[in-house]
């Protein structure tokens, strides 16, 4: 794990959505992804939440190798 993960934990776990936009316009967006933020209000405001706790979890073990990662799509 290493530090910007650990960031956009922080930021999505106790920001929610407006996180994900920030990680989206700043150095913290993982190179060659986009941060799905329609997505991620959308889905949170369904589930009470409980996709907001699901990626902001699933930051910490984000990989830029791998071609799926839950919050996140490929440029």
Do not use: Q
Not at 33 to 58: D, E, K, M, N, P
Request: glycine residues 10%.
């Amino acid at each position: 794990m290493n530090n910007n993960n650990l960031v956009r934990f922080l930021l999505t776990f106790f920001l929610g959505w407006i996180g994900s936009l920030i990680i989206n316009h700043t150095t913290l967006k993982p190179n060659g992804f986009t941060s799905r933020t329609g997505f991620y209000i959308f889905i949170t405001a369904i589930t009470f939440g409980i996709y907001g706790l699901v990626a902001s979890i699933c930051n910490l073990f984000f990989d830029e190798n791998k071609a799926k990662n839950i919050g996140y799509k490929k440029d």
